[in-house]
């Protein structure tokens, strides 16, 4: 693991948006962990999460032209990460969200900030099943742009919609790559080491052994 990632899940677990209990996710799926990108809910908190996010799309090497933040969650997000990315790395990219309902007067449409053209880059929290990302593409694709990747927070690890993990659906039925700051097995090498607690672990190894994928 990375120092950077190690550094996000501390941040993580005292920001209180890494937690461990039982779950029920939107796939059904009952899970020992959860993260919840909502509680970084502080200034500092959503600066900080935006340059983790940009160190790991700068290491990356991906190309890509704007930014796009899928309604609700990925708007501070992508907003965060444009920031970080022009603040800490010098690169200044348009970006832009979507409204879940589209609005039937003033400016109208359902895309507000930059109009998506070209390589986006699609900024979320989680992949689990990948159904959020399936339908971020389908904005992109319905825009007339393009899908040139996808940043998260976390990669679950997890089936999709076949035996592939989630990720790996996306990279090879969208052809682009998947960035994410941590994965499961960081999660689980996290609890090794800072949590003395064998029960917690043995629950997301069953889990794990249950939803995820030998990868
Ligand atoms: P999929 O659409 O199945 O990939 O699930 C991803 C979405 O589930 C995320 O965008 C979140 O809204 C939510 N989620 C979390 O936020 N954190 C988790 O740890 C797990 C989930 C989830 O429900 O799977």
Redesign the pocket.
């Known amino acids: 693991m990375k120092p950077y990632q190690q550094d996000f899940l501390a941040f993580a677990m005292q920001q209180g948006v890494l937690r461990f209990g039982e ?5 059904g ?1 009952v ?1 020992p ?6 509680l970084f809910q502080t200034g500092s908190a959503l600066s900080r999460l935006g340059q983790f996010y940009a160190q790991a799309i700068v290491e990356s090497g991906l190309k890509f032209d704007m930014l796009f933040g899928p309604a609700y ?2 708007i501070p997000l992508v907003a965060a990460v444009a920031i970080a990315l022009y603040e800490k790395q010098g690169l200044d990219y348009p970006y832009a969200f979507n409204r879940k309902e589209a609005k039937d007067h003033g400016e109208g449409g359902t895309i507000v900030g930059a109009s998506l053209h070209g390589r986006v880059l699609v900024i ?12 971020a593409a389908a904005i992109v694709a319905g825009q007339g742009a393009r899908l040139a990747g996808v940043a ?1 927070s ?1 990669d ?1 690890q ?1 089936r ?1 919609q076949g035996e592939r993990s ?1 990720v790996q659906e996306v990279q090879v039925n969208f052809g682009v790559p998947v960035i994410s700051i941590v994965g499961l097995q960081n999660v689980i090498q996290h609890v090794q080491e800072q949590i003395a607690d064998p029960a917690l672990l043995t629950a997301i190894q069953d889990y794990r052994q249950r939803y995820g994928v030998v990868i």
């Open positions: 779950y029920t996710l939107k796939s799926r899970s962990y959860f993260f919840n990108a909502g969650k990925g979320d929290d989680v992949m689990t099943a990948g159904t959020a990302i399936r339908e998260i976390l679950r997890e999709g989630a």
